[in-house]
């Protein structure tokens, strides 16, 4: 059963920086690229980054709200992807959900975790 | 950026048809999902590649892209329906995920 845990998140304030990780399990981690995606409470869902499949050299994609703050990367020998958030502001807080594209060339997220909220506020 | 466009809200009553638009530009030229997600819940895939379903998603759901706009449709819609539907693409131009606004279903 393919299983995706996301854990780290919390309150922290203005300017701050965070570390989110994602736990894989129940497939071949390695082989598929892997993606956050956040939801601000009440709203809808915003794609933050992307990282590729280790299958060659890993390249990663950022939406633009959060290019040069936030850094994605990922541990294959753990089965882990994370999410570095610096410089964090109040329009970060949000629900941050790692998600499983499905492989190949796919282009939809076909595996979901259950999410970690991030709670930027002075 | 490519943007978009879905309506805020929709109502239904049960065993209705729903049909929820996904406006873009030229969006046809490009493959669209749709997901549907619940209060307090992840974001489940029902529709992929404009109008594929996912294994355990039911016959009731479909979906269709032409133009500049994209459709999930519901059939005999039931009240486990009601839910929050987005529809999302690739865009290649930017090498970014996005995803449409969002429309809440009511099942009435």
């Known amino acids: 059963e393919v299983q995706l845990v996301e854990t780290g998140g919390g309150l922290v304030k203005p300017g701050g920086s965070l570390r989110l990780s994602c736990t894989t399990s129940g497939f071949t981690f390695s082989s598929y690229g892997m993606n956050w995606v956040r939801q601000a409470p009440g709203k809808g869902l915003e794609w933050v980054s992307f990282?590729?499949?280790?299958?060659?050299?890993?390249?990663?994609f950022y939406a633009d709200s959060v290019k040069g703050r936030f850094t994605t990367s990922r541990d294959n020998a753990k089965n882990a992807l994370y999410l570095q958030l610096n410089s964090l502001r109040d329009e970060d807080t949000a629900v941050y959900y790692c998600?499983?594209?499905?492989?190949?060339?796919?282009?939809?997220?076909?595996?979901w975790g259950q999410g970690t909220l991030v709670t930027v506020s002075s | 950026s490519y943007v978009l466009t879905q309506p805020p809200s929709m109502s239904v009553a049960p065993g209705k048809t729903a049909r929820i638009t996904c406006g873009g530009n030229?969006?046809?030229?490009?493959?669209v999902h749709w997901y549907q997600q619940k209060p307090g819940q992840a974001p489940v895939l029902v529709i992929s590649?404009?109008?594929d379903r996912p294994s355990g998603i039911p016959e009731r759901f479909s979906g269709s892209n032409s133009g500049n706009t994209a459709a999930l449709t519901i059939s005999r819609v039931e009240a486990g329906d009601e839910a929050d539907y987005y529809c999302?693409?690739?865009?290649?131009?930017?090498?970014?995920?996005?995803f449409g606004t969002g429309t809440k279903v009511t099942v009435l």
């Open positions: 999302q693409v690739w865009d290649s131009s930017s090498d970014h995920f996005v």
């Open positions: 030229n969006i046809g030229s490009k493959s």
């Open positions: 990282i590729s499949s280790s299958s060659g050299i890993s390249y990663m």
């Open positions: 998600a499983r594209v499905c492989g190949g060339d796919c282009q939809n997220f076909d595996y």
């Open positions: 590649y404009d109008s």
